[in-house]
């Protein structure tokens, strides 16, 4: 049954005018931006095969290309309404940001900095510099490694964060294909960023690690040495 032949309360598009997005699951939403299926699936149908295969929303918009492109139903048109949909968002973020909303909670600043980094295919460090009120003054990726890691140079973060008149910092990378527990690695860089910016009277405010299917902040979960 094509999705206009169903009840108004159940199709997505009506339920979210009527109920908000909140109330709605991800193949429904998803299925908004696919806005047709094809001759054997309606959008939904077409939107809950997509989520099976990748496991989540997340997954199916990091994923390369050709493996989306790879999947029935999906051509390039409904390839780049999801991209769009990508960057609509982190264009959204970035604007509530630099507009004076703060960030002033470690959900908002996973949600900001998974948006950034969920499709890079390498790692990458980034940095993001605040005020004391917690408003986003800049966000750089200032490093690029390889699949597995990244080198940094800690006086270049902080030379960074002062050329940028910051005094909070929050640093971020991501793991491409790994999930987001902290490594040795990850800890002692951490340790020594922090201690390096108290020499500067800068804050090292937390630490976020964008996995594959999840997204860790330090300061959340109190990881060394926070």
Same mark, same amino acid.
């Given at each position: 049954?094509?999705?206009?032949?169903?009840?108004?309360?159940?199709?997505?598009?009506?339920?979210?005018?009527?109920?908000?997005?909140?109330?709605?699951?991800?193949?429904?939403?998803?299925?908004?931006?696919?806005?047709?299926?094809?001759?054997?699936?309606?959008?939904?149908?077409?939107?809950?095969?997509?989520?099976?295969?990748?496991?989540?929303?997340?997954?199916?918009?990091?994923?390369?290309?050709?493996?989306?492109?790879?999947?029935?139903?999906?051509?390039?048109?409904?390839?780049?309404? *999801?991209?769009?949909? *990508?960057?609509?968002?982190?264009?959204?973020?970035?604007?509530?940001?630099?507009?004076?909303?703060?960030?002033?909670?470690?959900?908002?600043?996973?949600?900001?900095?998974?948006?950034?980094?969920?499709?890079?295919?390498?790692?990458?460090?980034?940095? *993001?510099?605040?005020?004391?009120?917690?408003?986003?003054?800049?966000?750089?990726? *200032?490093?690029?490694?390889?699949?597995?890691?990244?080198?940094?140079?800690?006086?270049?973060?902080?030379?960074?964060?002062?050329?940028?008149?910051?005094?909070?910092?929050?640093?971020?990378?991501?793991?491409?294909?790994?999930?987001?527990?902290?490594?040795?690695?990850?800890?002692?860089?951490?340790?020594?960023?922090?201690?390096?910016?108290?020499?500067?009277?800068?804050?090292?405010?937390?630490?976020?690690?964008?996995?594959?299917?999840?997204?860790?902040?330090?300061?959340?979960?109190?990881?060394?040495?926070?």
């Amino acid at each position: 049954m094509a999705i206009k032949d169903w009840h108004e309360d159940d199709r997505p598009r009506e339920k979210l005018l009527k109920l908000g997005a909140e109330q709605l699951s991800d193949a429904e939403i998803l299925a908004i931006f696919l806005r047709t299926g094809t001759k054997d699936q309606s959008a939904i149908e077409l939107a809950r095969g997509l989520i099976d295969r990748f496991d989540s929303i997340a997954e199916l918009l990091a994923a390369p290309k050709e493996q989306v492109l790879a999947c029935h139903g999906i051509g390039p048109a409904k390839y780049a309404q *999801l991209l769009a949909s *990508l960057e609509m968002g982190k264009r959204y973020l970035n604007s509530q940001l630099k507009s004076g909303n703060s960030l002033n909670r470690s959900q908002v600043v996973k949600d900001y900095v998974t948006t950034q980094l969920r499709r890079e295919s390498k790692e990458v460090f980034a940095v *993001l510099c605040l005020d004391n009120g917690l408003n986003l003054l800049d966000f750089n990726v *200032l490093f690029v490694g390889g699949i597995s890691s990244c080198s940094v140079c800690v006086k270049q973060v902080l030379r960074h964060a002062l050329d940028n008149g910051a005094s909070q910092l929050i640093v971020a990378h991501n793991h491409p294909n790994q999930d987001a527990t902290p490594s040795a690695a990850d800890i002692h860089l951490t340790k020594i960023l922090k201690e390096a910016c108290q020499l500067i009277d800068l804050n090292l405010a937390d630490h976020i690690i964008v996995g594959r299917n999840q997204t860790l902040s330090f300061a959340e979960t109190g990881t060394d040495p926070f």
